[in-house]
């Protein structure tokens, strides 16, 4: 004969004291962000994260980083993280739910609604640890020699607080779908929002609600021109991501006085950022002014270096030394009275539509003055270094960009010979990369184009040792520069091949 004794769990168990309540929080917090953080999914993709950073940071791009930009790019990637953490921190909340245990829970005097409260605490470390991230690629960037320009704490404060919205809207998920298939269909959904093409532009209020809105742009604006709503932007998610972890205690069952008033306080917290960020969108009349005052009569700082003058603004004096090397170089391989020709470097931008602009800058008219923009390194190189050679050859930046003649051979050995691979400079100067036929030459203002005559013969040049070459130009300049040259001419002067057959434009 046997008895079954059977218990009930009792309704309500006696907490022990307050201190202990909060450490037990805590202690439950620690074990769920380190089973968070050495999860296989989670693992993968801040392995994926860190190897980005590294990858990122090797280009010939990155040499010349303006750290106005640089604090934007630290945005975008912390999101793939965030989404990993989104779902861990679900799956995590759901555990017991999933494996049929929340019925023995009632017996601990930790109730559900601390639990919860442990969960949105687990996403914390996750947040650190992009904090340390974003730190350190912004410090990359920021300890280069040739960087320039501010960062901004509030744009650097938004990858982090991605992750700690997401991790909490993970635990928000957990009291009010309670289904492992809500995470996964959430970051589908945000991917397809926020990732793979609708994304927010930034030129609108709406657009800010997003968690990030990196507005790419195709120039770099000096700092005070960007009129990015940043600090408004982190109080959004910062209110936003408390309003979601209160929210989870709160459905829970936490419905003590401070969790509802966190409730409320977060809540307006987000509400006032999304509010502000909205009305920051709008450029004010001081920061439009600002900017076309940069677009047509900037204040800026002009240096004298090696017989130029180079003008820019404030935060980019410090690359007129990069500058001064190309023009030094380029000026050296010349013949003729362009060797000691004057040259005026004007920094350019056409900054009165904002990050959003693609204005084309156009080539200046006055006798030996040159633009360059406010990007450096890979192809702006081979660039500003043709619009140097277009100068010295034709006299203004617009003349050289109607050249059409035999002059065009000079011009781009001259912008080509003295750097390392010339060859290679060919190809990334050219639109579509390519060193055979005709194609357009890029510039900072007006292209240039080549013919395929003109590009066999400055091809064969680049062939040649520099020396020689350098020295019949020098003998012959004033014929290699004079309206009308022939390509066939000038390669012949300077002892290659000539085209297989005359140009268009000298037929």
């Not at 968070?36 to 590294?54: A, D, E, Q």
């Amino acid at each position: 004969m046997s008895a079954v004794l059977t218990t009930t769990a009792p309704d309500t168990v006696e907490a022990g004291p307050r201190g202990a309540g909060v450490r037990a929080v805590f202690a439950l917090a620690g074990i769920e962000a380190r089973r968070m953080l050495t999860s296989l999914p989670v693992v993968l993709v801040f392995l994926g994260y860190v190897t980005w950073i590294v990858w990122r940071g090797d280009s010939d791009w990155s040499d010349y980083p303006a750290l106005q930009d640089a604090d934007r790019a630290t945005q975008s990637m912390p999101m793939f993280f965030g989404l990993a953490i989104m779902m861990s921190a679900n799956f995590a909340a759901l555990r017991s739910r999933r494996h049929g245990t929340e019925a023995h829970f009632a017996v601990l005097v930790m109730p559900a609604w601390q639990r919860t409260a442990a969960h949105a605490l687990s996403v914390v470390p996750a947040a650190a640890l992009t904090a340390v991230c974003v730190a350190g690629q912004f410090a990359r960037e920021a300890v280069k020699p040739g960087a320039v320009g501010h960062g901004s704490p509030a744009e650097l404060a938004v990858g982090p607080l991605t992750v700690l919205l997401f991790g909490t809207i993970g635990v928000l998920l957990a009291p009010v779908l309670r289904s492992v298939l809500a995470a996964p269909l959430a970051v589908v959904l945000l991917l397809f929002v926020s990732v793979l093409g609708t994304g927010p532009s930034g030129t609108d209020g709406t657009s800010w609600l997003s968690p990030v809105v990196a507005a790419i742009s195709s120039d770099t604006l000096p700092s005070e021109l960007l009129g990015r709503p940043a600090a408004w932007h982190a109080l959004y998610l910062t209110g936003a991501a408390l309003c979601a972890a209160f929210l989870a205690v709160l459905l829970a069952g936490g419905r003590n006085p401070a969790v509802r008033a966190g409730v409320a306080l977060s809540l307006a917290l987000a509400v006032t950022g999304g509010v502000l960020q909205a009305r920051g969108v709008a450029p004010s009349p001081e920061l439009t002014a600002a900017r076309e005052r940069a677009s047509v009569r900037p204040e800026q700082t002009c240096v004298e270096r090696g017989g130029s003058t180079y003008c820019a603004f404030d935060e980019w004096v410090p690359r007129v030394s990069a500058w001064a090397g190309v023009v030094e170089r380029v000026r050296s391989l010349a013949g003729g009275a362009a060797r000691e020709r004057r040259i005026v470097v004007r920094q350019r931008i056409d900054a009165r539509y904002g990050l959003e602009g693609d204005a084309a800058i156009p080539a200046l008219t006055e006798p030996g003055q040159v633009t360059v923009g406010t990007a450096w390194g890979g192809n702006r190189v081979p660039e500003f270094s043709s619009a140097v050679a277009a100068v010295l050859v034709a006299g203004t930046e617009a003349k050289g960009s109607e050249l059409c003649d035999g002059r065009m051979v000079t011009l781009m050995w001259l912008s080509l010979a003295w750097q390392d691979d010339p060859m290679d400079a060919l190809r990334r100067v050219r639109l579509d990369d390519s060193v055979r036929g005709s194609a357009i030459v890029l510039s900072p203002t007006d292209p240039l184009t080549m013919t395929e005559g003109q590009t066999d013969v400055v091809r064969r040049l680049l062939e040649e040792p520099p020396t020689g070459v350098g020295q019949r130009v020098k003998e012959h300049w004033d014929e290699l520069t004079a309206p009308g040259v022939t390509t066939a001419r000038a390669a012949e002067v300077l002892g290659v091949k000539g085209p297989d057959k005359a140009d268009s434009c000298e037929e």
